[in-house]
Every structure is written in C-alpha cells, then in structure tokens.
C-alpha cells in the first residue's frame, strides 16, 4: 500500500498567501452576551421552528458490487477460510456495518447488475456456473442471492435489489421478486382452485431459506444511459413501463421501483425520461429516482488523481467540486417537478464518493481499490450535510462503495483489515437517523477555488458537456436536526449539528445561536488530525479516529466553539 507523502507538493503556508485566503478572513465579531474578548470568525444560527423534514436513516446506506475486491475477499471468504467468518461473510465486514447502523444494502451492482443472471448464484456451490462478469473478471457466482440476503440478515439492514434490464428480459425481473417474495406454505390462489404452495417459494426453502426475504427495494436497471444498455431516455422510459406495469405482491405495502435517473447532472436526461414516462396515461409504478456523482480526483479527468499525493489546490477542488452535489439534487428535482402528472417521486443517490486512479490500490486484481484519507472524511461530511439540508427530496443514498472499492469505509485483503476515515464521519452522523432536519444558517468567509477555472464534467467520462467552473468553496458549512427526547417529552429535546471546516490552516471559532431555545449541555465529537493526507492502513489502523471536543461555555441559547482547521465535528445540544 502506497504511503503518505513526507510533504505536500506546495508550502501550506505560501499557498495560502498566495490565493488570498488568509487576507480574506471574515471580519471579527463580539457577541454581548460573552465576554468583550472573545471574538468569532464565523456565525451559524439554527431555526428549530423552521423543519425541512425527517431525515431519512436510508441516505446512509451502502452499496456492493462483483468489482475488484469487494465480495471476493472483502464481503466473501469463504466458510473454510481461517479469517474469521460467519457463514462464509468476513466477520469484521459485518461488525463495522452494524457499527454504523448499515439501514440498506445494495446489489449485485452497478454495471455488473446488467450482466448478472440470479439464476446462476442458486443452488450447491459446487454446482453454480463460473461466468464473465462485466469488469472482465471471472465469477465464481459462490457468492449470490442466498449468501446476500444472509449478509443483510447478519448486517440487519434492508436488501436493495438491482435488476438487470439490459440482458434480460421483464419476465425474469418479476419471477426474481416472485422467488424472494412468495410466503412459504399455501398460497392461496384467489380463484376457485385450492391453495397450494409456490413453486418458486418451494425452490427457495430447496436452496436454503423457508422465509421470503421480503425485498421492497428494487432498482430498474443500472445507469441505462451507458453501461446499462446505451439507451436514450425514451427508450428507457419505455422499458421502465414495461418492467413495472405488472409484478407480482404479496404485500398491502407496494414495491418502491427505482427508475435510472441521469449521469450525475444531466438535467436533459431527467427532464426528457419524466416526459416519455408520462407519455402513456396509465399510472407510473414510481417510486425514486436514481442518481450517481462521483467527484474525480482530478479537475480535468474523471475517476483520476491520486487518494494521497494530493496539493492543497487540488484539496480545495475536490471539495468544491464534491459541494456540487447540492446543484445535482436540486437541479434534478425542479425537473421532476416540471413534469405535468408528476407523482411524489424522491431522490435515490445509489452511488456517490471520491473516485481516484490506480495509484494506492492494494494489487492488481482488487479494482479500484483505493486509500482513504481526511480529504475524504471531509467530502463525507460535506455530502451527508447536503442530503440532512435536503431531507425532503433524498430518500436514499448508497456511498460506493462499503469496503475495497472507490470511497469505502473498509480495506481488507485476506486476513488484513482496516477502517477508514470515511467510517468514522458514518458512525458520528449517527444521531441524525431518522431525526426532524431543521434550518440552519452558516455565515463564514468563502473560500477561492484555486482551480475554479476548470470546466465541470456534467457526469462520467464528460461525453455529454460541462457546467461552468466552480470558483468558491463555502468556509464553514453543516447541517442541523431535532430528536425528541428518549422519554418522548417535549423537553429536553436533542439537537445534533454537524460542521465542517475545511480550512488547512486556520481554526473557526464560531457563535451558534438557537432561535427560540436555551442550551441545557453539549458534548461533542471530532475528527480531525496533524495533515489532511491522513489515513488509516494495515500498519497503522488508529491513525485517524474521532475523539471528544470540549465545548465552549453556554448562555442562554447560544455558545460558543472553535471547529479545528481541516474538521468534521458532530455537537450534541440537548435543548430546554
């Protein structure tokens, strides 16, 4: 595994100097409530009168595929391997999803999804045919439905299904939600023939499991736009409607279908897939819309850079260009929103993260392995920050993906293993599951882009245009949300913020005022460390972890705190 660089490739210092960044620190305020001397850099006031709506446990969920390491020795290694296993699935994989509360897991992909038969991964091990799967990799298929559903079940966490549209036809997506879905025993035939049990059901309890697996969550293809069938959105849109218009239920609760939404921010995709959806005048089976943006380590080439040899303009970029995550969802819900007939339709961000070149994978055959380091965890929070200010539109997200692949919260290669930095900010956003999102405002200095001349690729590889160049990155930015108290009273009420600096050299020390409200105590967590190239690897597994902030002293509804220069910091507030 690559190492960290002993220096960065510029001078912190003289970088700063030079963009200036440090001649344009917000201008100084008092508060009268604190002492004449104190003085703050930035402000963030928080409405909890003011909710966006509950966020949703499910924008942090995780996401698998048949790519590189990730099954095969990261998820799966086999129940004869001596890494500890429950079943054949790492021990340690299961462990750090149940840490972070894993609400949902999704598979088989990703492209390989549009490649993958279910058929194949039933059945004796022994007797499952090894295929070519979509990344030129051999699969064993020793790894399928049953081995997933059974991670889920050991995770505790929901399966979310992605089918394959390209290479297999509507029939197949319904029998596989026939053979997950179907009650064991009788089933009754709502006809004037008698009950008898499902033969797809009877299959299942063959192959293992009696109980259905109850799958709700299905995706309709995968990125149809490109690898998923090279469709335009009218063809896809026919193709979801004919998908859909008919599956089999077993439930009063209805199925939610995922639809392939665009290449990261390809509004025409959107808006033209919306208009052909509702060209036939029967009901759209619509649940969410899919949505994938990755954020290159390079400004001018995507999925390229390097996880650790990084300068602090390219640091700057990154962050800035990962802010852009706000524009896509936004962008893509004004354009469901313009479409006459539109139902309530939520977002799906299924695949988003920092994707990086070849240059710290852990061997040639674990693609798209890469490090993870404080960049990253900042670029988490960042992200999560923007679905809890958008609750009310991001119903799920997948980061892509759990473990050896892109921005993952685990490396593991054979008996070796690791957290990232990424895990840490999953497992601090925790009080935010399921918790009312209410405004809150951020005031601080912007910072310059110093690459904010360079065009943005709307999505992948840039073949379908550019947004204009993104030339400031917000100097203090977060996200707030309101938890009743345990004892459901209306006192004593738990307010989490969570903030990010992403300054290098220059703390914030900020005043955070809550409307209509008296802090009663906060305790805080932060995650931060000597250089932001930082990470964790098989040598050193400690080298970045979060640890206890002190708190600034209260008065009344406000207090003051100093959020460390290049952090990720999670306050908890209980309110009175």
Not at 436 to 450: G, H, K, L, Y
Request: aromatic residues 10%; hydrophobic residues 40%; glycine residues 8%.
């Amino acid at each position: 595994m690559s190492q960290i660089l002993s220096e960065t490739l510029t001078s912190r210092r003289n970088f700063l100097q030079a963009s200036g960044l440090i001649a344009s620190a917000a201008v100084l305020h008092t508060s009268p409530l604190f002492s004449q001397s104190t003085q703050v850099d930035a402000h963030i006031e928080i409405m909890p009168s003011e909710p966006i709506g509950t966020i949703s446990p499910e924008i942090y969920s995780h996401f698998i595929e048949h790519l590189g390491g990730v099954i095969y020795d990261g998820v799966w290694v086999g129940e004869n391997s001596k890494i500890p296993n429950q079943s054949g699935i790492r021990t340690a994989f299961i462990d750090a999803m149940r840490a972070v509360k894993a609400p949902v897991l999704r598979w088989p992909g990703g492209c390989f999804a549009d490649s993958y038969d279910w058929h194949d991964g039933l059945g004796p091990h022994a007797k499952r045919p090894p295929r070519t799967g979509f990344w030129n990799q051999q699969e064993s298929n020793q790894y399928g439905l049953h081995e997933f559903m059974r991670t889920c079940r050991a995770i505790g966490c929901k399966p979310y299904l992605a089918a394959n549209l390209r290479t297999q036809p509507a029939r197949d997506f319904y029998l596989e939600i026939e053979y997950c879905n179907a009650p064991a025993g009788d089933v009754p035939s709502n006809s004037a023939a008698p009950a008898v049990p499902n033969g797809l059901a009877a299959m299942r309890a063959a192959n293992g499991d009696r109980e259905p697996f109850n799958v709700d969550l299905w995706g309709v293809g995968n990125e149809s736009w490109g690898c998923g069938g090279n469709l335009t959105p009218e063809e896809y849109a026919t193709e979801f409607r004919r998908f859909t218009a008919w599956t089999p239920s077993y439930s009063q609760t209805p199925l939610r279908f995922v639809a392939v939404g665009p290449n990261g921010d390809d509004v025409d995709w959107t808006t033209r897939l919306f208009k052909a959806l509702y060209t036939n005048p029967e009901r759209r089976h619509l649940w969410g819309l899919s949505i994938h943006y990755y954020t290159s380590g390079t400004a001018t080439r995507f999925a390229d850079g390097d996880a650790l040899r990084f300068n602090d303009a390219e640091y700057y970029d990154l962050l800035t260009r990962g802010s852009l995550m706000e524009k896509v969802v936004t962008d893509h819900w004004r354009a469901m929103g313009n479409t006459p007939g539109q139902p309530d339709v939520k977002l799906a961000v299924d695949e988003w993260g920092a994707w990086y070149g070849d240059g710290t994978r852990l061997g040639p055959q674990y693609n798209l392995s890469q490090q993870s380091t404080m960049r990253d965890a900042l670029l988490t929070g960042i992200t999560f920050d923007i679905f809890q200010r958008h609750a009310d539109k991001v119903a799920v997200a997948a980061v892509a993906q759990s473990i050896n692949c892109i921005h993952s919260l685990m490396l593991a290669q054979e008996e070796k293993f690791t957290l990232t930095p990424t895990f840490h900010v999953f497992k601090m956003y925790l009080p935010h599951h399921g918790a009312q999102a209410v405004r809150a405002e951020f005031t601080a200095s912007s910072i310059d882009n110093p690459l904010g001349n360079t065009a943005i690729q709307v999505g992948g590889n840039s073949y379908i245009g550019q947004l204009a160049p993104v030339k400031t990155l917000a100097g203090l930015s977060g996200s707030a949300s309101i938890a009743p108290a345990a004892n459901g009273s209306a006192q004593g009420k738990l307010l989490t913020l969570t903030v990010i600096n992403p300054h290098l050299d220059r703390p914030l020390t900020t005043e955070i005022a809550i409307r209509g409200a008296s802090i009663a105590s906060a305790t805080g967590t932060v995650l931060a460390s000597h250089d932001v190239h930082d990470h964790n690897d098989f040598a050193h597994p400690d080298a970045v972890q979060p640890t206890a902030t002190t708190i600034g002293a209260a008065a009344a509804g406000k207090l003051i705190h100093t959020f460390p220069q290049a952090s990720v910091t999670s306050l908890q507030i209980k309110l009175t």
